[in-house]
Every structure is written in structure tokens, then in C-alpha cells.
């Protein structure tokens, strides 16, 4: 099982930049890659970022490229999201997810999927204003 909490979230001009932060709590499990994905209202939610625990490869949403930047921790199972240039449009709550430990290797086609995403915080709302 794995235990995910998010903190950094909050109301910021557009411009400034931003960190978010996911502490993970995995128990026996081992971690295998961490993400963030971000859903605005009456919007589906979106994948920015992930990072393979390990190697530590990075994929980014194409709306975030440039400007987002994903990186972990290892030794205290934690990963951030470095957020700069933000702009109204980045406003939505912002998840932290990781998948288990047990399915299929983080890979550039599946990443965007939330079926490869078993596991999810509770959120951290980011709010940009112009």
C-alpha cells in the first residue's frame, strides 16, 4: 500500500514560480515512478509529469514542457514539481499519483493513462491569477 501527501499548493501571480511537494509513505511496497496530474473544473484530469524512481527518466504533458520541471528525492521518498512561468491556465487542483509496484514499466505511450495509476493523494489546489 502506498500513502501519498501532497503540500505546496496555493494562490500565486502569473509568473511566480511555484513548488509542490509528495511525500510518499509505501510501507513494504517499493516505489517505481511518481506523477503529477492536474484537473481543473468541468475538465478532465491531465497528466503533467512523471518520473521513473530509479533512473529517474521524466515525461511532461505537452502543455507543460519548458516550464515544469519533475524531480525526487529517493532518500525521502519524495518527489516535486518545480512549476515556473505559471499562468491562469495552470490553475486546477494538482494530484500526485503512483502506480504499483507490480504493473507494467513506466513507458512513453502509458504514461498518460490513468489506468497505470493505482495509487493518489488528496489533492493540492493551485491557483494562478493573472
Known amino acids: 500500500q502506498v500513502h501519498l501527501v501532497e503540500s505546496g499548493g496555493g494562490l500565486v501571480q502569473a509568473g511566480v514560480p511555484l513548488r509542490l511537494s509528495c511525500a510518499a509513505s509505501v510501507g513494504t511496497d517499493t516505489i517505481m515512478s511518481m506523477g503529477w496530474f492536474r484537473q481543473a473544473p468541468g475538465k478532465e484530469r491531465q497528466f503533467v509529469a512523471a518520473?521513473?524512481?530509479?533512473?529517474?527518466?521524466?515525461y511532461y504533458g505537452d502543455s507543460v514542457k519548458g516550464r515544469f520541471t519533475i524531480s525526487r528525492d529517493k532518500g525521502k521518498n519524495t518527489v516535486y514539481l518545480q512549476m515556473n512561468s505559471l499562468k491562469p491556465e495552470d490553475t486546477a487542483v494538482y494530484y500526485c499519483?503512483?502506480?504499483?509496484?507490480?504493473?507494467?514499466?513506466?513507458?512513453?505511450?502509458?504514461?498518460?493513462?490513468?489506468?497505470?495509476?493505482?495509487?493518489w493523494g488528496q489533492g493540492t489546489q493551485v491557483t494562478v491569477s493573472s
Open positions: 518520473i521513473t524512481w530509479s533512473g529517474g527518466d521524466t
Open positions: 499519483a503512483a502506480p504499483s509496484p507490480y504493473g507494467p514499466a513506466l513507458t512513453s505511450s502509458n504514461v498518460y493513462s490513468l489506468v497505470l495509476w493505482d495509487y
